[in-house]
């Protein structure tokens, strides 16, 4: 019988922790989201179920946070290039290249639409991982209003709503191969929008 890891109530031990999700990124690999199952999870692991339970309340709560922790991976930071342009550009493809070629990023499609019928996956989603998915573009935008590159005023949530929107529309149509030059774009009327007193600028 494989040993059980041994978990401390709701206190997650990290070694467990960290075998669930290994377990859970094994699944997905070699099954994709439709083969990843809770009880698959528990015995990849060598985990009991009810530990999963206790930590995530549905398979889609513990993918959101399984996504999370591979993207971190495979995304470095963005460095300062000078140029918000620049920065956004490599930022939105990094995130276009990490969806069309991992295991989680392949699953993201399957865990927003799992999300609509989770309520807990869909707060998760909008209220916790979001925010921490525009971090990075939010320093971008910083390094932006301190050369001047938008205007102090712009409303910089506008701005990642109609960035990070463009990105979700072509990942569920399928369309990320199609962006040639088209993120370019994007980022250009975006910047130059926000510098001027348009539609992403304060009143």
Request: net charge positive.
């Amino acid at each position: 019988m494989t040993d059980r890891r041994t978990s401390i109530g709701n206190t997650r031990n990290p070694e467990t922790h960290a075998a669930i999700l290994d377990a859970a990124h094994e699944l997905l690999a070699e099954h994709g989201y439709a083969g990843v199952s809770m009880e698959a999870v528990a015995r990849r692991a060598g985990a009991g179920k009810p530990t999963l339970y206790r930590w995530w309340p549905s398979k889609t709560a513990l993918l959101i946070e399984l996504y999370e922790r591979e993207k971190t991976r495979a995304l470095a930071e963005i460095p300062d290039l000078g140029s918000a342009q620049k920065e956004l550009v490599a930022l939105i493809k990094g995130v276009h290249r990490f969806w069309r070629k991992t295991p989680a990023g392949q699953a993201f499609r399957s865990i927003i639409a799992e999300a609509q019928a989770d309520d807990a996956a869909l707060r998760s989603l909008r209220d916790e991982f979001l925010p921490r998915g525009r971090a990075t573009a939010t320093v971008i935008l910083d390094r932006a209003q301190a050369r001047g590159e938008i205007a102090p005023d712009a409303d910089r949530e506008l701005l990642l709503d109609v960035l990070f929107g463009f990105s979700w529309y072509r990942l569920l149509t399928h369309r990320l191969r199609d962006d040639t030059g088209a993120v370019e774009r994007l980022v250009a009327a975006l910047l130059a929008a926000a510098k001027a007193r348009g539609s992403l600028a304060g009143d």
